[in-house]
Protein backbone atom coordinates (compact mmCIF):
# COMPACT_ATOMS: atom_id res chain seq x y z
CA UNK A 1 0.00 0.00 0.00
CA UNK A 2 3.08 2.30 0.60
CA UNK A 3 4.35 2.21 -2.52
CA UNK A 4 1.07 2.41 -4.30
CA UNK A 5 0.21 5.61 -2.01
CA UNK A 6 3.87 6.89 -2.98
CA UNK A 7 3.16 6.38 -7.01
CA UNK A 8 0.23 8.40 -6.35
CA UNK A 9 1.68 11.26 -5.07
CA UNK A 10 4.81 11.68 -7.43
CA UNK A 11 2.67 12.94 -10.05
CA UNK A 12 0.30 14.91 -7.74
CA UNK A 13 3.78 17.03 -6.56
CA UNK A 14 5.27 17.16 -9.93
CA UNK A 15 1.76 18.61 -11.57
CA UNK A 16 1.29 20.96 -8.55
CA UNK A 17 5.07 22.21 -9.28
CA UNK A 18 4.27 22.35 -12.89
CA UNK A 19 1.27 24.82 -12.57
CA UNK A 20 3.43 27.26 -10.13
CA UNK A 21 5.79 27.13 -13.63
CA UNK A 22 3.47 27.72 -16.15
CA UNK A 23 0.08 29.07 -15.75
CA UNK A 24 -1.64 27.96 -18.39
CA UNK A 25 -1.08 24.10 -17.86
CA UNK A 26 -4.04 22.70 -17.73
CA UNK A 27 -5.36 20.51 -14.90
CA UNK A 28 -8.23 18.76 -13.17
CA UNK A 29 -8.08 21.25 -9.85
CA UNK A 30 -10.41 20.06 -7.50
CA UNK A 31 -9.18 16.26 -8.14
CA UNK A 32 -5.59 16.96 -7.21
CA UNK A 33 -7.15 19.27 -4.15
CA UNK A 34 -9.08 16.10 -2.94
CA UNK A 35 -5.89 13.92 -3.65
CA UNK A 36 -4.12 16.33 -1.16
CA UNK A 37 -6.68 15.89 1.23
CA UNK A 38 -6.82 12.11 0.95
CA UNK A 39 -3.07 11.66 1.70
CA UNK A 40 -3.57 13.75 4.58
CA UNK A 41 -5.60 11.81 5.98
CA UNK A 42 -3.66 8.69 5.36
CA UNK A 43 -0.94 10.44 6.82
CA UNK A 44 -3.56 11.28 10.25
CA UNK A 45 -4.73 7.70 10.12
CA UNK A 46 -1.15 6.43 10.44
CA UNK A 47 -0.47 8.36 13.39
CA UNK A 48 -3.76 8.10 15.25
CA UNK A 49 -2.49 4.21 14.64
CA UNK A 50 0.46 4.79 16.31
CA UNK A 51 -0.68 6.14 19.10
CA UNK A 52 -3.27 3.49 19.77
CA UNK A 53 -0.47 0.68 19.17
CA UNK A 54 1.52 2.09 21.73
CA UNK A 55 -1.24 3.02 24.33
CA UNK A 56 0.71 0.43 26.59
CA UNK A 57 3.93 1.22 25.90
CA UNK A 58 5.41 3.10 29.86
CA UNK A 59 6.43 6.48 28.85
CA UNK A 60 4.89 7.16 25.89
CA UNK A 61 4.22 10.10 24.38
CA UNK A 62 1.21 11.07 21.93
CA UNK A 63 1.57 12.71 19.06
CA UNK A 64 -0.66 14.59 16.40
CA UNK A 65 -0.48 15.27 12.51
CA UNK A 66 -0.59 19.07 11.82
CA UNK A 67 -1.27 20.64 8.17
CA UNK A 68 -0.82 23.62 6.48
CA UNK A 69 -2.56 25.77 3.52
CA UNK A 70 -0.61 25.54 0.57
CA UNK A 71 -1.65 27.97 -1.89
CA UNK A 72 -0.69 27.62 -5.86
CA UNK A 73 -1.98 30.04 -8.16
CA UNK A 74 -3.09 29.27 -11.11
CA UNK A 75 -4.89 31.34 -14.35
CA UNK A 76 -8.06 32.16 -14.61
CA UNK A 77 -11.23 30.08 -15.76
CA UNK A 78 -13.56 30.83 -17.97
CA UNK A 79 -15.89 33.42 -16.70
CA UNK A 80 -13.11 34.68 -13.97
CA UNK A 81 -11.23 37.58 -13.75
CA UNK A 82 -7.44 37.54 -12.56
CA UNK A 83 -4.82 34.68 -10.99
CA UNK A 84 -7.15 32.05 -9.23
CA UNK A 85 -5.92 30.53 -5.96
CA UNK A 86 -5.81 26.74 -4.99
CA UNK A 87 -5.54 25.76 -1.45
CA UNK A 88 -3.71 21.95 -0.95
CA UNK A 89 -3.13 20.33 2.17
CA UNK A 90 0.78 19.97 3.06
CA UNK A 91 2.04 18.07 6.19
CA UNK A 92 3.35 21.25 8.30
CA UNK A 93 4.98 18.23 10.89
CA UNK A 94 3.46 16.30 14.30
CA UNK A 95 3.51 17.73 17.27
CA UNK A 96 4.12 15.97 20.24
CA UNK A 97 1.79 16.34 23.32
CA UNK A 98 4.43 16.02 26.44
CA UNK A 99 1.89 15.72 29.16
CA UNK A 100 3.04 13.70 32.28
CA UNK A 101 1.44 10.18 31.73
CA UNK A 102 -0.60 8.54 34.64
CA UNK A 103 1.57 6.95 37.06
CA UNK A 104 0.75 3.35 37.46
CA UNK A 105 1.47 1.30 40.48
CA UNK A 106 3.58 -1.83 39.79
CA UNK A 107 5.73 -2.59 43.21
CA UNK A 108 8.76 -3.49 41.37
CA UNK A 109 11.08 -2.62 43.39
CA UNK A 110 13.22 -1.01 40.13
CA UNK A 111 10.86 0.71 38.38
CA UNK A 112 10.63 4.23 39.06
CA UNK A 113 8.28 7.52 37.32
CA UNK A 114 8.96 10.56 36.70
CA UNK A 115 6.58 13.36 38.28
CA UNK A 116 7.01 16.81 36.28
CA UNK A 117 9.95 17.36 33.81
CA UNK A 118 13.01 15.63 33.22
CA UNK A 119 14.48 12.16 31.21
CA UNK A 120 16.47 8.90 32.55
CA UNK A 121 19.72 9.20 30.78
CA UNK A 122 20.54 6.03 29.24
CA UNK A 123 24.61 4.50 27.90
CA UNK A 124 23.76 3.35 24.41
CA UNK A 125 26.80 2.13 22.05
CA UNK A 126 25.20 5.30 19.90
CA UNK A 127 25.84 7.72 22.88
CA UNK A 128 23.65 9.03 25.36
CA UNK A 129 20.06 8.64 24.91
CA UNK A 130 16.57 9.80 26.72
CA UNK A 131 13.97 7.79 28.06
CA UNK A 132 10.73 7.93 30.25
CA UNK A 133 10.36 4.23 30.48
CA UNK A 134 11.58 3.82 33.98
CA UNK A 135 11.48 0.04 33.93
CA UNK A 136 14.72 -1.08 34.67
CA UNK A 137 16.73 -4.15 36.27
CA UNK A 138 20.01 -5.37 37.08
CA UNK A 139 22.08 -7.28 34.57
CA UNK A 140 24.49 -9.82 35.78
CA UNK A 141 27.38 -7.67 37.03
CA UNK A 142 24.53 -5.40 39.22
CA UNK A 143 24.50 -2.88 37.38
CA UNK A 144 20.89 -0.78 36.53
CA UNK A 145 20.09 -1.62 33.06
CA UNK A 146 16.95 -0.99 30.84
CA UNK A 147 15.36 -3.49 29.52
CA UNK A 148 17.33 -3.57 26.14
CA UNK A 149 20.73 -3.83 28.31
CA UNK A 150 22.14 -0.25 28.43
CA UNK A 151 23.21 1.17 31.96
CA UNK A 152 21.11 3.89 33.18
CA UNK A 153 23.66 6.83 34.41
CA UNK A 154 23.41 8.35 37.45
CA UNK A 155 25.27 11.53 38.75
CA UNK A 156 28.45 9.42 38.66
CA UNK A 157 28.30 6.69 35.57
CA UNK A 158 26.80 3.75 35.92
CA UNK A 159 25.01 2.60 38.85
CA UNK A 160 25.94 -0.58 40.50
CA UNK A 161 24.34 -2.99 43.07
CA UNK A 162 26.11 -5.29 45.49
CA UNK A 163 24.28 -8.21 45.04
CA UNK A 164 25.00 -9.20 49.18
CA UNK A 165 22.96 -5.69 50.01
CA UNK A 166 19.20 -6.08 50.70
CA UNK A 167 16.30 -3.49 49.84
CA UNK A 168 16.82 -1.12 47.76
CA UNK A 169 14.95 2.19 47.91
CA UNK A 170 15.08 5.01 45.62
CA UNK A 171 14.16 8.65 46.84
CA UNK A 172 12.30 11.04 45.61
CA UNK A 173 15.37 13.08 44.26
CA UNK A 174 16.69 9.62 42.54
CA UNK A 175 18.94 8.74 44.99
CA UNK A 176 19.47 4.94 45.13
CA UNK A 177 20.60 3.61 48.20
CA UNK A 178 20.50 -0.04 49.81
CA UNK A 179 19.73 -1.78 53.22
CA UNK A 180 23.64 -3.57 54.73
CA UNK A 181 23.77 -4.42 57.90
CA UNK A 182 20.27 -2.21 58.64
CA UNK A 183 21.63 0.81 57.33
CA UNK A 184 21.07 2.79 54.39
CA UNK A 185 24.05 2.49 52.04
CA UNK A 186 23.87 5.20 49.35
CA UNK A 187 24.48 3.79 45.83
CA UNK A 188 24.27 6.61 43.58
CA UNK A 189 21.74 9.25 42.43
CA UNK A 190 19.86 9.28 39.35
CA UNK A 191 20.50 11.92 36.49
CA UNK A 192 17.59 13.60 35.67
CA UNK A 193 18.36 15.40 32.13
CA UNK A 194 15.96 18.27 31.15
CA UNK A 195 16.09 20.22 27.71
CA UNK A 196 15.45 23.87 26.33
CA UNK A 197 13.47 22.35 23.84
CA UNK A 198 11.83 18.70 24.14
CA UNK A 199 9.76 19.28 21.47
CA UNK A 200 13.07 18.70 19.04
CA UNK A 201 13.87 15.28 21.02
CA UNK A 202 14.45 12.72 17.95
CA UNK A 203 11.79 9.44 18.65
CA UNK A 204 14.51 6.73 18.30
CA UNK A 205 12.33 3.94 18.46
CA UNK A 206 12.57 1.27 22.01
CA UNK A 207 11.10 4.50 24.12
CA UNK A 208 14.32 6.28 23.65
CA UNK A 209 14.96 9.97 22.47
CA UNK A 210 17.62 11.50 20.93
CA UNK A 211 19.31 14.95 20.57
CA UNK A 212 22.62 17.23 20.06
CA UNK A 213 20.85 19.99 22.55
CA UNK A 214 22.96 19.87 25.28
CA UNK A 215 21.44 18.41 28.94
CA UNK A 216 20.72 20.74 31.77
CA UNK A 217 19.30 19.49 35.33
CA UNK A 218 15.66 18.58 35.74
CA UNK A 219 13.33 19.08 38.36
CA UNK A 220 11.31 16.20 38.39
CA UNK A 221 10.64 14.21 41.24
CA UNK A 222 11.02 10.29 41.32
CA UNK A 223 8.42 7.83 42.49
CA UNK A 224 9.89 4.26 43.18
CA UNK A 225 7.42 0.83 42.47
CA UNK A 226 5.18 2.60 39.83
CA UNK A 227 5.34 3.45 36.01
CA UNK A 228 4.50 6.36 34.06
CA UNK A 229 1.69 5.11 31.75
CA UNK A 230 1.36 6.29 27.94
CA UNK A 231 -0.48 9.76 27.75
CA UNK A 232 -2.58 8.33 24.75
CA UNK A 233 -6.61 9.10 25.53
CA UNK A 234 -8.25 6.56 23.98
CA UNK A 235 -11.27 8.45 23.70
CA UNK A 236 -9.69 11.70 22.10
CA UNK A 237 -7.74 8.98 19.39
CA UNK A 238 -10.89 6.94 18.89
CA UNK A 239 -13.06 10.33 18.02
CA UNK A 240 -10.05 11.88 16.07
CA UNK A 241 -10.51 8.57 13.87
CA UNK A 242 -13.99 9.01 12.97
CA UNK A 243 -13.82 12.42 12.04
CA UNK A 244 -10.34 11.95 9.70
CA UNK A 245 -12.35 8.34 8.30
CA UNK A 246 -15.70 11.03 7.50
CA UNK A 247 -13.10 13.54 5.91
CA UNK A 248 -11.36 11.41 4.08
CA UNK A 249 -15.40 9.64 3.32
CA UNK A 250 -16.66 13.03 2.11
CA UNK A 251 -13.40 13.99 0.10
CA UNK A 252 -13.75 10.48 -1.89
CA UNK A 253 -17.12 11.51 -3.01
CA UNK A 254 -15.95 14.72 -3.93
CA UNK A 255 -13.37 13.59 -6.27
CA UNK A 256 -16.41 10.84 -7.31
CA UNK A 257 -18.76 13.17 -8.35
CA UNK A 258 -16.25 15.22 -9.98
CA UNK A 259 -15.14 11.73 -11.94
CA UNK A 260 -18.99 11.59 -12.72
CA UNK A 261 -19.20 15.28 -14.43
CA UNK A 262 -15.73 15.00 -16.97
CA UNK A 263 -17.28 11.48 -18.04
CA UNK A 264 -20.68 13.42 -18.95
CA UNK A 265 -18.60 16.13 -20.53
CA UNK A 266 -16.31 13.89 -22.67
CA UNK A 267 -19.62 11.96 -23.87
CA UNK A 268 -21.94 14.85 -24.77
CA UNK A 269 -18.99 16.83 -25.94
CA UNK A 270 -17.46 13.73 -28.12
CA UNK A 271 -20.64 12.91 -29.28
CA UNK A 272 -20.60 12.94 -32.90
CA UNK A 273 -23.45 14.99 -34.53
CA UNK A 274 -25.66 13.18 -36.99
CA UNK B 1 -1.16 2.85 4.32
CA UNK B 2 0.56 1.91 7.35
CA UNK B 3 -1.98 2.46 9.56
CA UNK B 4 -3.31 -1.69 9.15
CA UNK B 5 0.07 -2.52 9.96
CA UNK B 6 0.93 -0.13 13.05
CA UNK B 7 -2.62 -1.14 14.42
CA UNK B 8 -1.92 -5.03 13.87
CA UNK B 9 1.79 -4.31 16.24
CA UNK B 10 -0.93 -2.88 18.75
CA UNK B 11 -3.12 -6.24 18.47
CA UNK B 12 -0.34 -8.90 18.61
CA UNK B 13 1.45 -6.26 21.52
CA UNK B 14 -2.06 -6.92 23.59
CA UNK B 15 -2.46 -10.01 22.49
CA UNK B 16 0.87 -10.96 24.37
CA UNK B 17 -0.19 -8.71 27.30
CA UNK B 18 -3.87 -11.07 27.76
CA UNK B 19 -1.29 -14.07 27.20
CA UNK B 20 0.68 -12.78 30.29
CA UNK B 21 -2.20 -12.04 32.36
CA UNK B 22 -3.67 -15.28 31.46
CA UNK B 23 -0.57 -17.18 32.92
CA UNK B 24 -0.41 -14.96 36.13
CA UNK B 25 -4.22 -16.03 36.62
CA UNK B 26 -3.49 -19.88 35.89
CA UNK B 27 -0.78 -19.96 38.89
CA UNK B 28 -2.42 -17.77 41.24
CA UNK B 29 -2.65 -20.41 43.64
CA UNK B 30 1.08 -22.02 42.53
CA UNK B 31 3.20 -22.27 45.24
CA UNK B 32 6.29 -19.53 45.38
CA UNK B 33 5.20 -18.34 41.52
CA UNK B 34 6.31 -15.05 40.88
CA UNK B 35 3.80 -12.83 38.64
CA UNK B 36 4.85 -11.27 34.97
CA UNK B 37 4.46 -8.28 33.42
CA UNK B 38 4.84 -7.66 29.83
CA UNK B 39 6.88 -4.42 28.87
CA UNK B 40 6.59 -2.56 25.57
CA UNK B 41 8.40 -0.27 23.42
CA UNK B 42 7.02 2.03 20.48
CA UNK B 43 9.10 0.32 17.10
CA UNK B 44 11.55 2.91 15.10
CA UNK B 45 10.14 5.63 13.66
CA UNK B 46 10.42 6.95 9.92
CA UNK B 47 11.90 10.90 10.02
CA UNK B 48 10.20 12.64 6.57
CA UNK B 49 11.47 15.57 8.62
CA UNK B 50 14.20 15.56 11.74
CA UNK B 51 12.96 18.01 14.36
CA UNK B 52 15.10 20.37 14.26
CA UNK B 53 15.96 20.45 10.75
CA UNK B 54 16.11 24.21 8.92
CA UNK B 55 13.87 25.10 6.84
CA UNK B 56 15.96 28.01 5.49
CA UNK B 57 19.04 29.43 4.82
CA UNK B 58 18.69 31.84 7.54
CA UNK B 59 18.15 29.07 9.90
CA UNK B 60 15.48 29.25 11.01
CA UNK B 61 14.14 25.65 12.47
CA UNK B 62 11.53 23.48 12.47
CA UNK B 63 10.10 23.82 15.67
CA UNK B 64 8.38 19.92 15.15
CA UNK B 65 9.45 17.35 13.04
CA UNK B 66 7.52 14.92 10.56
CA UNK B 67 8.61 11.01 12.38
CA UNK B 68 6.07 8.64 11.66
CA UNK B 69 5.85 5.86 14.06
CA UNK B 70 5.79 1.98 12.90
CA UNK B 71 3.61 0.71 16.28
CA UNK B 72 4.99 -1.47 19.23
CA UNK B 73 6.98 -4.36 20.31
CA UNK B 74 7.00 -6.62 23.11
CA UNK B 75 10.30 -5.36 24.62
CA UNK B 76 10.33 -7.69 27.47
CA UNK B 77 8.01 -10.46 29.77
CA UNK B 78 9.93 -9.90 33.23
CA UNK B 79 8.92 -10.79 36.92
CA UNK B 80 7.75 -9.26 39.69
CA UNK B 81 9.92 -10.90 42.66
CA UNK B 82 8.21 -9.03 45.21
CA UNK B 83 7.13 -11.37 48.64
CA UNK B 84 4.47 -13.64 48.44
CA UNK B 85 2.58 -14.17 51.41
CA UNK B 86 2.91 -16.91 53.66
CA UNK B 87 0.43 -19.56 54.43
CA UNK B 88 -0.08 -21.91 57.46
CA UNK B 89 0.36 -25.78 56.82
CA UNK B 90 1.88 -27.34 59.94
CA UNK B 91 3.48 -29.64 57.44
CA UNK B 92 7.35 -29.52 59.20
CA UNK B 93 8.33 -30.30 55.44
CA UNK B 94 6.68 -26.94 54.29
CA UNK B 95 9.12 -24.42 54.26
CA UNK B 96 8.95 -20.59 53.05
CA UNK B 97 11.36 -17.99 52.48
CA UNK B 98 10.93 -14.89 53.99
CA UNK B 99 12.92 -12.21 52.41
CA UNK B 100 15.69 -12.97 49.83
CA UNK B 101 17.15 -15.98 47.97
CA UNK B 102 15.80 -19.50 46.38
CA UNK B 103 16.36 -23.38 47.24
CA UNK B 104 19.05 -25.14 45.21
CA UNK B 105 17.98 -28.33 43.94
CA UNK B 106 19.73 -31.07 42.03
CA UNK B 107 18.26 -31.16 39.14
CA UNK B 108 18.29 -35.19 37.09
CA UNK B 109 21.28 -34.02 34.77
CA UNK B 110 23.31 -33.13 37.76
CA UNK B 111 23.29 -29.39 37.00
CA UNK B 112 21.39 -27.28 39.70
CA UNK B 113 17.84 -25.33 39.49
CA UNK B 114 16.66 -23.25 41.76
CA UNK B 115 13.42 -22.11 43.86
CA UNK B 116 11.23 -20.68 45.97
CA UNK B 117 8.52 -23.83 46.39
CA UNK B 118 9.63 -25.15 49.58
CA UNK B 119 6.77 -27.96 49.63
CA UNK B 120 9.55 -30.73 50.33
CA UNK B 121 9.08 -34.10 51.47
CA UNK B 122 11.21 -37.07 52.00
CA UNK B 123 12.38 -40.26 49.86
CA UNK B 124 12.59 -43.68 50.67
CA UNK B 125 15.89 -42.86 51.75
CA UNK B 126 15.16 -39.97 54.25
CA UNK B 127 16.44 -37.33 52.30
CA UNK B 128 14.55 -34.00 51.84
CA UNK B 129 13.41 -33.82 47.84
CA UNK B 130 10.73 -31.55 46.29
CA UNK B 131 7.71 -32.84 44.83
CA UNK B 132 9.35 -34.45 41.95
CA UNK B 133 11.85 -36.47 44.15
CA UNK B 134 14.97 -34.01 43.16
CA UNK B 135 17.39 -33.67 46.17
CA UNK B 136 17.43 -30.18 47.80
CA UNK B 137 21.23 -29.06 48.25
CA UNK B 138 23.53 -29.29 50.75
CA UNK B 139 21.68 -32.97 51.05
CA UNK B 140 19.82 -32.91 54.38
CA UNK B 141 19.22 -36.51 55.78
CA UNK B 142 16.64 -37.16 58.51
CA UNK B 143 17.68 -40.20 60.26
CA UNK B 144 15.02 -42.66 60.87
CA UNK B 145 12.80 -43.42 64.55
CA UNK B 146 12.82 -39.45 63.96
CA UNK B 147 9.62 -38.10 66.22
CA UNK B 148 9.92 -34.48 65.23
CA UNK B 149 11.88 -32.17 62.91
CA UNK B 150 12.38 -28.54 63.83
CA UNK B 151 13.91 -26.23 61.14
CA UNK B 152 14.86 -22.51 62.52
CA UNK B 153 14.69 -19.54 60.96
CA UNK B 154 18.33 -19.83 59.71
CA UNK B 155 18.10 -23.06 58.24
CA UNK B 156 19.69 -25.44 61.05
CA UNK B 157 17.36 -28.57 61.10
CA UNK B 158 17.06 -30.23 63.94
CA UNK B 159 15.89 -34.04 64.63
CA UNK B 160 14.34 -35.42 67.58
CA UNK B 161 14.80 -39.32 67.63
CA UNK B 162 13.51 -41.66 69.43
CA UNK B 163 15.09 -42.71 72.67
CA UNK B 164 16.92 -39.36 72.78
CA UNK B 165 15.61 -36.31 74.40
CA UNK B 166 18.36 -33.98 73.31
CA UNK B 167 17.30 -32.75 69.85
CA UNK B 168 20.35 -33.82 66.81
CA UNK B 169 21.48 -30.92 64.41
CA UNK B 170 21.03 -33.03 61.01
CA UNK B 171 21.50 -30.33 58.34
CA UNK B 172 22.07 -27.10 57.41
CA UNK B 173 19.51 -25.24 54.42
CA UNK B 174 21.14 -22.89 52.41
CA UNK B 175 19.96 -20.01 50.35
CA UNK B 176 21.01 -18.80 46.62
CA UNK B 177 20.77 -15.44 45.88
CA UNK B 178 21.55 -13.72 41.97
CA UNK B 179 22.63 -10.35 41.21
CA UNK B 180 19.47 -10.40 38.94
CA UNK B 181 16.91 -12.78 39.64
CA UNK B 182 14.88 -11.35 37.41
CA UNK B 183 16.97 -12.47 34.72
CA UNK B 184 16.47 -16.18 35.34
CA UNK B 185 15.55 -18.95 33.24
CA UNK B 186 11.89 -20.20 34.32
CA UNK B 187 11.65 -23.76 33.40
CA UNK B 188 8.00 -25.18 34.63
CA UNK B 189 7.74 -27.08 37.60
CA UNK B 190 8.35 -23.79 39.39
CA UNK B 191 12.10 -24.11 38.65
CA UNK B 192 14.67 -21.73 37.42
CA UNK B 193 18.27 -21.85 36.00
CA UNK B 194 21.03 -19.77 35.67
CA UNK B 195 21.57 -17.30 33.02
CA UNK B 196 24.60 -15.09 31.87
CA UNK B 197 21.75 -13.09 32.25
CA UNK B 198 21.34 -13.24 36.00
CA UNK B 199 24.74 -13.54 37.36
CA UNK B 200 26.55 -16.22 39.23
CA UNK B 201 24.42 -17.88 42.62
CA UNK B 202 25.73 -16.99 45.68
CA UNK B 203 25.22 -19.46 48.45
CA UNK B 204 24.96 -18.30 52.31
CA UNK B 205 23.34 -19.00 55.53
CA UNK B 206 19.41 -17.88 55.81
CA UNK B 207 19.16 -14.77 58.29
CA UNK B 208 22.98 -13.30 57.03
CA UNK B 209 23.21 -10.02 55.53
CA UNK B 210 21.01 -9.90 52.42
CA UNK B 211 19.57 -13.32 52.98
CA UNK B 212 15.79 -14.26 53.35
CA UNK B 213 15.13 -15.96 57.02
CA UNK B 214 13.74 -19.60 56.44
CA UNK B 215 9.83 -19.79 57.85
CA UNK B 216 8.91 -24.00 58.55
CA UNK B 217 5.37 -25.27 58.40
CA UNK B 218 4.41 -22.16 55.87
CA UNK B 219 4.43 -21.84 52.17
CA UNK B 220 5.14 -19.00 50.00
CA UNK B 221 1.70 -18.09 47.89
CA UNK B 222 2.08 -16.32 44.37
CA UNK B 223 2.20 -12.99 44.42
CA UNK B 224 -0.79 -12.23 42.21
CA UNK B 225 -2.80 -10.10 42.84
CA UNK B 226 -6.37 -10.93 41.19
CA UNK B 227 -7.79 -7.66 41.38
CA UNK B 228 -4.46 -6.22 40.11
CA UNK B 229 -5.05 -8.86 36.94
CA UNK B 230 -8.53 -8.29 36.31
CA UNK B 231 -8.09 -4.54 35.72
CA UNK B 232 -4.84 -4.99 33.60
CA UNK B 233 -6.84 -7.62 31.58
CA UNK B 234 -9.67 -5.30 30.71
CA UNK B 235 -7.53 -2.69 29.85
CA UNK B 236 -5.71 -4.96 27.79
CA UNK B 237 -9.55 -6.19 26.19
CA UNK B 238 -10.28 -2.41 25.83
CA UNK B 239 -6.80 -2.01 24.10
CA UNK B 240 -7.32 -4.46 21.71
CA UNK B 241 -10.89 -3.72 20.70
CA UNK B 242 -9.42 0.31 19.62
CA UNK B 243 -6.54 -1.15 17.51
CA UNK B 244 -9.28 -3.87 15.74
CA UNK B 245 -11.27 -0.08 15.27
CA UNK B 246 -8.49 0.88 13.43
CA UNK B 247 -8.27 -2.15 11.25
CA UNK B 248 -12.14 -1.52 10.33
CA UNK B 249 -11.61 2.60 9.69
CA UNK B 250 -8.38 2.08 7.90
CA UNK B 251 -10.14 -0.62 5.48
CA UNK B 252 -13.14 1.24 4.92
CA UNK B 253 -10.94 3.89 4.13
CA UNK B 254 -8.99 1.82 1.46
CA UNK B 255 -12.48 0.42 0.34
CA UNK B 256 -13.32 4.13 -0.89
CA UNK B 257 -10.66 4.68 -2.98
CA UNK B 258 -11.10 1.05 -4.30
CA UNK B 259 -14.67 2.67 -5.35
CA UNK B 260 -13.20 5.60 -6.89
CA UNK B 261 -11.86 3.88 -10.03
CA UNK B 262 -15.05 2.07 -10.93
CA UNK B 263 -17.17 3.15 -12.98
Given at each position: MKTGLSWLAWPLQSMIRRSRRDPKASMDNSLLISLSQQLAAYRS???????????????????SARFEELIAMVRPAEGQRGPQALSFVKDAGISRDLSQGSIQRTDAPLDVAINGKGFFVVNTPEGERY???????LDAEGRLVTSDGHAVMGDGGAITVNPADGEIHIARDGTISSVVNGALNQLGKLRLAGFADEALLVKEGANLYSTTQAATAAAGTIQQGALEGSNVQPVVEISKMIEVMRAYEATATLSKSQQDLSRQAI??????PR | MRALSIASTGMLAQQVNVEVIANNLANMNTTGFKLQRAEFQDLLYQNVQTPGSQTSDTGAVAPNGIQIGAGVKTAAIYRVTTQGDLKSTSNPYDIAVQGQGYFRIQLADGTDGY?????FGLSPEGQLVTQQGLVVQPGIAIPQNTISVQINAQGQVNATVAG???????????????PNEAGLNAVGDNLYLETPASGAPQSGVPGSPGYGTIQQGFLETSNVNSVDEITALITAQRAYEMN?????????MLQNTARLGGA
Open positions: MDVIANNLANVSTPGFKRETRDGHFSAKLGAM | TRAGNNAVPQTVGQLELTRFSKVVSAADQ
